[in-house]
Each structure stands twice: as structure tokens, then as C-alpha cells.
């Protein structure tokens, strides 16, 4: 739907309704050309397989850092790594690691609620502020990527309590611009905050989730750091979408 929408189609509208459990096992599926049911591993043996499609509900990017700073780097695709070192010739990127609250507020506001509005249109779904300021930035890491002392895109980050991985959650560019993704200010977060990782002695970034699709933009884009592709490390790795 939302390939379709960016050729120009009108958003077809969505309807809801509520389907019993014992209906939808049974076989009684709402009338559609496509039915997709998220369930346990063991719920999709009751449903059928003839014809089927069952992938994982979702994956995530997860690089490994503990190889040493000098292979994971060159795991980078040649391209992605050209990219970044002709952006550095051409100004002086860094990155800010921030603590104060208007910091985050800043990021929030400026950068992500705009990004979303311009990215996803109505579609956008995120995190509320107060519970993004409790229970991520509170715990987590927020960063911003700087281009000569500017900041053009930040990445409010989950840190693991277990092993310390950081994963960015809320992404963002300044005011949502067109421009800032034209100077690559996204796709400078992941770089520095790969090597910022690596010099804090983290062992691991989860560059975050994808679905399973192959051809997904998202996936091939985080397929140029190398991560291992690994299932969610939440309650959702424990689903399965089975399509029919």
C-alpha cells in the first residue's frame, strides 16, 4: 500500500473488525486477496501449509564489533565506505552524545516528530514523548550527528542491561528536510555511531529491525554494515507471519 501510494495512488481505505481465534484457526478468513496472521510457531501447524507463506514477524541487524576495529570496517561494502570517507574530506563530521534534557526535547521536536511527519504521512506510528524520554533516553544513549558543530540528524538508543548492545529506536533529521538526507546526514549516524561503539568497548550495535523480505529498501540499505540477521531479540522474534 504504501509502494502504491508513493506512485500516486490514493490510500485505499482501511477497515477494522474483530475475527474470533477459533474462527480464523478453523478457516473462516476475512474475504480478502491476501490474509497474513501473526502467531506462535506452534499455532501456524493448525493452519494450512498448501500454498502458504510463513516467514519470521521480524528481524534485526545486529553487527559485531568484538572482531576488532580493523575487520569490521572493511566488512562495510567498498561503496558505503568510499561514501562516508568523501563526506569527511568534505566537512567535519562528528558525533555529539548528549545527557541533558533539552537536548532530548530538541531531538524529539526538531528532528524526529518531522521526520515522521515527512516520511510516513499519516502512517506515522512512534513512541509517545513522555515514554521515549522514561524509558529510553533515561537508560539509553542519545546522539547526534554533527557537521562542522551543526547538528543535522540524531538516534535516541535502546542500551541492553544484559550485554550493553545499542539499538537506535527513534531516528531523525533536522526539521524532517529533504536536504538533510541529500548530505547524507542519516546514513552518517550509523557510521559514527559504529565507531564511537567500538571505541567504548561495546561489543554490539542492532542496527535495528527489517522485515523479512529480502527486497526490502531497509534490509539491502543495513546490508552494507555486514550484521549478522538475527530474530528480533524481543517477544516479537517469537512470532511467525503465515500468509495465505
Not at 17 to 36: I, Q, S, T
Not at 177 to 191: C, F, N, P, Q, S
Not at 221 to 242: I, S, T
Request: glycine residues 8%.
Amino acid at each position: 500500500e504504501a509502494r502504491r501510494e508513493a506512485a500516486g495512488a490514493v490510500a485505499m481505505p482501511a477497515e477494522q473488525a474483530r475475527v474470533r481465534r477459533a474462527d480464523l484457526f478453523g478457516g473462516a478468513w476475512p474475504a480478502a486477496d491476501l490474509v497474513a496472521v501473526a502467531c506462535s510457531p506452534a499455532q501456524v501447524t493448525a493452519l494450512p501449509l498448501r500454498s502458504a507463506l510463513v516467514l519470521p514477524f521480524r528481524m534485526h541487524n545486529v553487527v559485531d564489533l568484538s572482531c576488532g576495529s580493523d575487520t569490521w570496517r572493511r566488512a562495510i561494502s567498498r561503496r558505503e565506505r568510499q561514501w562516508f570517507s568523501a563526506r569527511r574530506n568534505e566537512s567535519d563530521w562528528e558525533l555529539e552524545v548528549a545527557v541533558d534534557e533539552d537536548a532530548f526535547r530538541f531531538f524529539y521536536h526538531q528532528m524526529h516528530l518531522p521526520t515522521m511527519r515527512s516520511r510516513h504521512g499519516e502512517r506515522g506510528n512512534t513512541e509517545p514523548e513522555d515514554i521515549a524520554l522514561e524509558c529510553l533516553f533515561r537508560s539509553g544513549l542519545l546522539v547526534f550527528a554533527t557537521v562542522n558543530g551543526k547538528r543535522v540528524a540524531g538516534a535516541l538508543c535502546h542500551r541492553s542491561k544484559h550485554d550493553g548492545t545499542i539499538t537506535p529506536r527513534l531516528l531523525g533529521v533536522l526539521n524532517g528536510a529533504k536536504e538533510m538526507y541529500e548530505i547524507g546526514a542519516l546514513k552518517a549516524v550509523y557510521h559514527l555511531l559504529l565507531e564511537w561503539a567500538d571505541g567504548q568497548g561495546i561489543r554490539q550495535v542492532d542496527l535495528g529491525g527489517s522485515g523479512a523480505w529480502l527486497s526490502s529498501g531497509l534490509y539491502q540499505w543495513k546490508r552494507r554494515f555486514a550484521p549478522k540477521v538475527v530474530h528480533a531479540p524481543n517477544h516479537l522474534g517469537r512470532l511467525r507471519v503465515w500468509f495465505h
